[in-house]
């Protein structure tokens, strides 16, 4: 996902954290890439709500973790998508029967069925009482100006269009296991700092766009087909800021490109200095005022930046499509903002009972089970200053625990006025009861 060969070209300069080096941020994630994820490691038809399971333990472990998330919706995907969604949803809803008439009809950029999806996802995060916000187009764009805004701390996803939209931080491969290696304990990101990346290679939100136009994105198939390498080789040779200005010349400018390939293929010069003759090793050279060897070095270099470009340009301009891609360099480059205010928007207050009654109805979770998985995201909202509609508070401490070595207390909670009285069934009890009556 996102521009083909980016993540390779930003590996190296990738740092891997473990998760409490995040604590305190507020991280925007695009949720269908963790939807799509979920989809995509079973058969659809088989598990069909897996996505809701992992969305839950995944949201619930960054919540303990003190990590603030604001999860962001898909709005209607630009029409240059419209080809990738076709091929994607073949493979995310290969279990579910097509709508009649959907072989003959293009595919709908509305994403009225990945919508519903989404609906039950921003149910399930509202029920436990995390932030989401709907973006007019590609989540990772809202995520990517969100942080570009510096609305949140950094983007999770696993698309490197971020970085094209304008993201300054984005975390990759985001886990929770223990073993992530690296050193790294109870999960980890791998961490991509667009500030340190332009530092250490020269590789800019320009670059990256131009990227996308040479070898492809999720929006086209690139005009060079899969010379990543070629590419990645020539964008090097070429400052940040001139790069699309020079994409452009190859079009507007045909004269000097077909100078440069006169000069580029002009028979008898010297591989050092580029001047007349093929003896200057032994004889020098006139022109660089030597007896032995030539003073300017590297003509041979020169003459192979040259070709690769000449290269590239040919490919482009016969591959049969516009290049450069009005419409994908304005998708990137020259999207309309959003003006969203985070501090805003009201956090939703966590629900046992809706959280309940949803995993129920989808997952068929018991209801004793929901309260046991929801507990610690509920205790956690009630330790807070300022609760709004309290309906449990600790009661008192049982016992010290070191889970994993963490030093913790077992808290014994009350049912305050009696909200959640015949939640579990009776034939779910064992003899031990999970909240106490403050009165007891």
């Given amino acids: 996902m996102g521009i083909k060969g980016l993540w390779t070209v930003l590996s190296p300069y990738s740092e891997k954290k473990s998760l409490h080096e995040i604590r305190g941020e ?39 973790a003190d990590i603030n998330p604001v999860f962001v919706l898909e709005g209607d995907a630009p029409e240059l998508k419209r080809d990738v969604m076709a091929a994607r949803n073949a493979i995310q ?8 008439g959907s072989r003959t009809n293009k595919p709908s950029v509305t994403r009225n069925r990945f919508k519903g999806v989404l609906r039950e996802c921003e149910n399930l995060l509202k029920s436990m009482g995390v932030q989401c916000i709907k973006g007019s187009g590609e989540a990772e764009a809202t995520c990517a100006m969100l942080n570009s805004q510096g609305l949140v701390d950094a983007v999770i996803s696993q698309d490197s269009d971020c970085f094209a939209y304008g993201a300054r931080r984005v975390y990759r491969n985001f886990s929770v296991s223990t073993a992530a290696g690296a050193g790294a304990m109870q999960g980890s990101v791998d961490c991509y700092d667009a500030a340190y990346m332009y530092e250490s290679n020269g590789f800019g939100r320009n670059k990256m766009v131009a990227l996308a136009l040479l070898c492809g994105s999720d929006y086209n198939v690139g005009a060079c087909g899969s010379s990543i390498n070629t590419a990645v080789q020539f964008l090097h040779t070429v400052p940040e800021s001139d790069i699309i200005p020079r994409l452009l010349s190859w079009v507007l400018d045909p004269a000097q490109f077909e100078e440069r390939s006169r000069w580029a293929s002009a028979p008898g010069r010297c591989d050092r200095c580029g001047h007349v003759g093929r003896t200057h090793l032994r004889n020098g050279c006139p022109v660089c005022a030597t007896h032995r060897g030539c ?36 998708e990137f480059l020259h999207s309309t903002e959003e003006k969203i205010d985070i501090d805003s928007l009201k956090r939703p207050v966590p629900s046992l009972i809706q959280f309940t009654k949803l995993m129920k109805g989808k997952l068929d979770w018991s209801e004793r089970y929901c309260v046991e998985k929801f507990l ?15 309906t449990i508070k600790p009661i008192t401490i049982k016992k010290k625990r070191s889970p994993r070595g963490v030093p913790s207390y077992e808290v014994l909670w009350g049912d305050i006025d009696g909200s959640y009285d015949a939640l579990i069934p009776d034939d779910q009890f ?3 009861f999970l909240f106490c009556d403050e009165k007891i």
Wanted: aromatic residues 8%; positive net charge.
């Fill in 376 to 390: 610690p995201v509920l205790t956690k909202w009630h330790l807070q200053e300022n609760v709004p509609s309290r």
């Fill in 430 to 432: 064992d003899g031990k």
């Fill in 26 to 64: 507020t991280v925007a994630i695009d949720l269908s890439g963790w939807v799509c994820d979920s989809q995509n490691v079973t058969e659809y038809h088989v598990q069909p709500k897996l996505y809701l399971r992992n969305l839950f333990f995944r949201t619930v472990y960054l919540v303990l």
């Fill in 93 to 100: 809803f290969r279990g579910a029967a097509p709508k009649t």
């Fill in 295 to 330: 003073t300017d070095l590297g003509h041979k270099s020169k003459v192979a930046e040259v070709k690769r470009e000449l290269s590239l340009r040919s490919r482009a301009l016969s591959c049969g499509i516009p290049f450069p891609e009005p419409k994908v360099m304005k």
